[in-house]
C-alpha cells in the first residue's frame, strides 16, 4: 500500500464525498415521507449559488451554508405545492424542478462565474491531526464534513426514536392509516419535502464553500442525480447512505487523480465513471435487497379530504 | 378548514382545459419578466423582444420550424414510453447516440450516393439510439433497476463518449484543434425543400407522426400499448406481453431520439461537434407532458418550445439574458402545468354539515 497516494485519496474522497452525503440524507428523509423529489439537482445547484452569493457579499460562510439551505427548501416548497396541493405528478414535477433549478442557478449566477468566495478550510487541531491514517484522513477536514456527518445520526434518530418521524414515516407508509388515526399526513409530507430540500441545498453548499470556493455553471454534475440513486442502494438507511457517499466520492477523487497523473485513458473516458458506477450500483441494490424497502406509499398522492 | 371540498370529477370540461394552457404561460412570462426586472433589465421590452425574436419575421418562424424538428421526434419517443407508464428520461443520450451513429456511417461511406448513404445513416441512428434505448429497458426487466436513473446516466456517459470521439479519434485534422469532425460530404447531407431554407426532415417528421398516430389507432400492436399505459394492472391480467411491449416502446423511443441526433449532425450543422447537445431532449419531455401524450398537439407543443428557444436567442443578442431564460421558463409551464391539471380533474362543492 502507497500512503502517499492512498491517504490523500481517502481524504478527497470524503470531501468529495460530502456534497452527495447531504442530498442524499435529504432525500431519503423526503422519500421516507412518501413523496418522491427527482429535483435534488436542481435544490443543490440552486444552493451553491445561494451559499456562494451570500458569502460574498458578507464574508460570513457560516451564514451562507444556513441560507443555502433556506434556498433548497424554498425550491423544494414548489414541489410540495404542485403534489401536495395539487397533487400533480410527482415524477413530472421533479424533473421540472431540475430544469427550473439548473436555469435559475445558471442565470442568476452568470455574472459571478470566475469569482471566488471565502469559504470553510480544513481545521487544525494538532495532536488529533497526528494520529497515524486517521488523522489526515478524518481529522482534518473541514466543519461540514463534521456536520454532515452528524446529520447521518441525527437522520437515523429522528425517523425510528422519535414520535415525529415514526408519523412521517407512516405518512410514507400508509398514509390512510395515519390519516384515519388522525395525523395530518400532508403536514409530515410537507416537512420531509422541506427538510429534504435544505439538506439537498447543504450539499450544494458544500460544493462553493468548501470543494471549491468558486462559482461556475454546471457544478453539481450530476451529483444530485447519483445521490437519488444512493437513496435505492442504501435501502433507504442514513448510515448506509455515508458509506455509499463515499464510495462515489471516492471514485470521483480518483478519476480527477488518474487524469492529473496523465494514464493513456483519455479524460471523458474517466469522467464516466462515476455514472457508470451508479448504474452498477443500481443493479447491485436490486439483487441484494430482500423485499421490496421502498415506502409502500412512495409517490402516490393523497386526497386529504376522501 | 374551508367550507369547500374538492371531488374527483367524472368527466373534463374542455374549456377548463383550454383555460389552463394560457393561464401557465402567461404565469410564467409573469415570473420570468420579474427575473429580468431583478437583473435590471427592462422587463417589458424583454417579454416583447422575446415574441418577436420568436415570430417577428418569416425568417423567425423557419428557424422555430427547424428547431422544433429535433424536438418533436425526441418528444414523440419520450412519449410512446411514458404512454406505458415507463419514465425515459433518455433522448438526450439517445438523441447523441444517434448522432454518433449517422455520423459514423458518414465517415465511413463519404463517397455513397445519397440515395443510399442517408437511409444508411438514418439506420445507424435508429440503432444507436434504439441501442441506448435498449439498454435501461433490459436492466428494468432483468435487474429491476429504475429506468428513471438509468436513462439519465446513459445521458451523461453518451455526451462523453460523444466528447471522447470529437476530441479523439475522429478529429478533423484540418479543425486547428477544434473538437469536430470534417465537414460531411454533399451526399450526406439531407437536402432543402426547394429554396426555402427548411430541410426534408421535416417531411419524416409528418411522416413519423403519421404512422405512429396510425399505429396507435388501427393496429392491435398499438391498442396493446395503449391498453397497458391505462391500466397496467389489469393489461397484465389480460395476458398482455408486457415485457415485449417494454422493449418494443424503449427501442422506438431511443431510435426516434436517434434520427433527431441524425438530422441535426446532417442537416443542421453538416458535421459531429459537441455542441450538437442543447438540451432538446429534455426539452423534449416538457412537450411530451404538455401535449399530454397526443401525437397531433406533440407537434404544436414542439413549435411553441422551438419558438420560446428561438425568442431567447434574440434576448440574449439583445440584452445579454444568459441562455439558460430558456430553461426557467420551460420548468415554470411544466410546473404551472401540472399544477394547473388539478382544475380540470378535480372540482370543489361546498362542505356539508357533519352527521
Known amino acids: 500500500m502507497n500512503g502517499e497516494f ?78 401536495l396541493w395539487f397533487r400533480g405528478n410527482q415524477v413530472v414535477s421533479g424533473l421540472a424542478l431540475t430544469i427550473l433549478g439548473t436555469g435559475l442557478a445558471d442565470f442568476l449566477g452568470t455574472p459571478l462565474i470566475g469569482q471566488s468566495a471565502p469559504g470553510f478550510g480544513p481545521v487544525h487541531l494538532p495532536t488529533l491531526a497526528a494520529i497515524p491514517i486517521l488523522g489526515p484522513v478524518i481529522l482534518t477536514q473541514d466543519l461540514l464534513v463534521y456536520i454532515s456527518l452528524l446529520c447521518a445520526p441525527l437522520l437515523w434518530v429522528f425517523l425510528y426514536k422519535t ?36 439538506l439537498a441545498g447543504w450539499g450544494g453548499a458544500y460544493l462553493s464553500l468548501a470543494y471549491t470556493h468558486l462559482w461556475t455553471n454546471g457544478m453539481s454534475a450530476g451529483r444530485g442525480w447519483i445521490a437519488v440513486a444512493l437513496v435505492i442502494f442504501a435501502f433507504w438507511r442514513p448510515g448506509r447512505a455515508i458509506a455509499g457517499a463515499y464510495l462515489f466520492g471516492g471514485v470521483m477523487a480518483l478519476q480527477l487523480r488518474l487524469q492529473a497523473a496523465g494514464t493513456h485513458w483519455p479524460s471523458s473516458i474517466l469522467l464516466m465513471l462515476p455514472y457508470a458506477l451508479t448504474v452498477v450500483v443500481l443493479v447491485l441494490a436490486a439483487r441484494l435487497e430482500r423485499g421490496s424497502e421502498a415506502p409502500a406509499a412512495l409517490g402516490i398522492n393523497i386526497d386529504p379530504h376522501e | 378548514m374551508l367550507p369547500l371540498r374538492t371531488f374527483k370529477r367524472q368527466e373534463t370540461h374542455w374549456w377548463v382545459s383550454c383555460l389552463i394552457f394560457p393561464t401557465a404561460i402567461g ?56 404512454r406505458l407508464q415507463v419514465w425515459n428520461i433518455g433522448a438526450e443520450g439517445q438523441f447523441a447516440l444517434g448522432a454518433i451513429g449517422a455520423t459514423a456511417a458518414a465517415l465511413q461511406w463519404p463517397g455513397l450516393p445519397g440515395y443510399a448513404l442517408l437511409p444508411l445513416m438514418a439506420a445507424a441512428a435508429l440503432a444507436a439510439g434504439g441501442l441506448w434505448g435498449f439498454i435501461p429497458a433490459v436492466l428494468k426487466l432483468r435487474m429491476r433497476a429504475n429506468e428513471i436513473i438509468v436513462t439519465l446516466m446513459l445521458n451523461y456517459i453518451a455526451i462523453l463518449l460523444l466528447d471522447y470521439l470529437v476530441y479523439g479519434r475522429w478529429k478533423d485534422p484540418q479543425s486547428f484543434g477544434f473538437p469536430m469532425t470534417a465537414i460531411f460530404s454533399d451526399n450526406a447531407i439531407v437536402g432543402r425543400i426547394g429554396d426555402t431554407g427548411l430541410h426534408w426532415g421535416l417531411a419524416l417528421c409528418v411522416a413519423t407522426g403519421g404512422v405512429l398516430w396510425l399505429f396507435f389507432r388501427f393496429t392491435r400492436l398499438g391498442y396493446e400499448l395503449k391498453a397497458s ?29 436517434g434520427w433527431a441526433g441524425f438530422l441535426e449532425a446532417s442537416a443542421t450543422i453538416n458535421r459531429l461537434q459537441p455542441s450538437i447537445m442543447v438540451g432538446y431532449g429534455y426539452t423534449a419531455i416538457v412537450v411530451a407532458w404538455l401535449a399530454r401524450l397526443n401525437p397531433l398537439s406533440i407537434g404544436l407543443a414542439s413549435f411553441l418550445l422551438a419558438a420560446l428557444r428561438v425568442g431567447v436567442e434574440n434576448l440574449q443578442l439583445d440584452l445579454q439574458v444568459p441562455a439558460a431564460f430558456g430553461g426557467i421558463m420551460e420548468g415554470l409551464i411544466l410546473l404551472t402545468i401540472l399544477a394547473g391539471s388539478f382544475f380540470a380533474d378535480y372540482g370543489w362543492q361546498w362542505r356539508r354539515r357533519s352527521a
Open chain 2, 229 to 257: 399505459g391505462e391500466n397496467l394492472g389489469a393489461a397484465r391480467y389480460a395476458g398482455l406481453p408486457y415485457e415485449r411491449l417494454l422493449i418494443l416502446v424503449m427501442l422506438l423511443s431511443g431510435g426516434l431520439a
Open chain 2, 27 to 82: 404565469l410564467s412570462l409573469a415570473i420570468c419578466a420579474l427575473l429580468l426586472k431583478l437583473q435590471g433589465k427592462p422587463a417589458i421590452q424583454g417579454i416583447g423582444l422575446l415574441f418577436q425574436g420568436a415570430f417577428g419575421s418569416h425568417w423567425a418562424i423557419q428557424d422555430c420550424l427547424l428547431k422544433a424538428i429535433p424536438i418533436f421526434l425526441c418528444s414523440l419517443g419520450v412519449a410512446v414510453a411514458f
Open chain 1, 6 to 83: 492512498f491517504i490523500p485519496l481517502l481524504a478527497a474522497a470524503i470531501q468529495s464525498g460530502t456534497p452527495i452525503l447531504f442530498a442524499t440524507l435529504g432525500e431519503i428523509l423526503t422519500e421516507k415521507s412518501g413523496v418522491i423529489n427527482l429535483g435534488v439537482e436542481g435544490m443543490m445547484v440552486v444552493g451553491a449559488l445561494a451559499a456562494f452569493w451570500i458569502a460574498q457579499s458578507t464574508g460570513a460562510p457560516l451564514l451562507a451554508f444556513l441560507i443555502a439551505g433556506v434556498a433548497g427548501s424554498l425550491l423544494a416548497g414548489i414541489h410540495g405545492a404542485v403534489c
Open chain 1, 163 to 198: 414520535r415525529w418521524g415514526l408519523a412521517l414515516r407512516s405518512a410514507g407508509e400508509f398514509p390512510e392509516a395515519a390519516a384515519a388515526a388522525g395525523l395530518n399526513v400532508v403536514a409530515y409530507r410537507w416537512l420531509g419535502v422541506l427538510a429534504g430540500g435544505a
